[in-house]
């Protein structure tokens, strides 16, 4: 073999890997007010994804207007007042629906989950939540505190490697010719 020069690669560490994974989930959201996306992981194998949206078979805010909007409701309030599950919540039923046992998985969401969702993470046996950005819900942050669930807040991350590209000699391509 010929050892030729070296380079570096970059690629992200597997909670990066996991949110760009939710953000993609996200742009499936129907919500015209907030796209989120989540994602359950366990042994780093993805287990479930969710995004923010109307039950199966329903019209979306899209179509029948937001009532949230029309109400002007303030954000992490009354969430019984809007039509959409939120991400977490169609993950935790994904998960149902397929058999997958999330217990001690983690979840990745684009927001701090609300209480509604809170709670249900909390008796999915969930153990750790990274998430990106902010929503405005103190009890469900007191909550999962009480919990001992893991929260956390994303941090981007990518790993460098260095790896050198080797050649065949031209007599071990001989081994290889199709």
Same mark, same amino acid.
């Given at each position: 073999?010929?050892?030729?020069? #070296? ?9 990066? $890997?996991?949110?760009?994974? *939710? ?11 907030? @796209?989120?996306?989540?994602? /359950?992981?366990?042994? @780093?194998?993805? !287990?479930?994804?969710? $995004?923010?949206? +109307?039950?199966?078979? !329903? #019209? ?10 029309? !109400? ?8 019984? !007042? ?10 935790? /039923? ?5 058999? =997958?046992?999330?217990?001690? =998985?983690?979840? $990745? ?8 969702? *809170? ?10 939540? /990274? ?6 819900? +103190? ?16 941090? +981007?991350?990518?790993?460098? +490697?260095?790896?050198?590209? /080797? ?5 071990? #391509? ?5």
């Amino acid at each position: 073999m010929i050892n030729t020069k #070296k380079r570096i690669i970059r690629r992200p560490d597997w909670d990066t $890997y996991f949110m760009n994974i *939710a953000d993609e989930v996200a742009t499936r959201a129907t919500c015209i007010k907030r @796209q989120v996306g989540a994602v /359950i992981v366990k042994d @780093q194998q993805i !287990l479930a994804t969710g $995004y923010n949206g +109307e039950p199966r078979g !329903l #019209k979306h805010a899209s179509e029948v207007g937001c009532l949230r909007e029309q !109400l002007e409701v303030p954000s992490g309030t009354h969430h019984e !007042l809007c039509r959409g599950l939120h991400a977490e919540q169609n993950a935790i /039923i994904q998960a149902a629906r397929s058999g =997958a046992n999330i217990d001690g =998985a983690t979840l $990745y969401c684009t927001y701090m989950p609300c209480v509604i969702c *809170a709670k249900m993470i909390i008796n999915a046996g969930i153990k750790k939540i /990274i998430f990106r950005g902010y929503y405005p819900d +103190e009890l469900a942050v007191n909550m999962l505190n009480e919990s001992q669930i893991i929260v956390a807040l994303f941090v +981007e991350k990518y790993l460098e +490697e260095e790896v050198q590209r /080797i050649e065949l000699s031209d007599q071990e #391509k001989l081994n290889y010719k199709l």
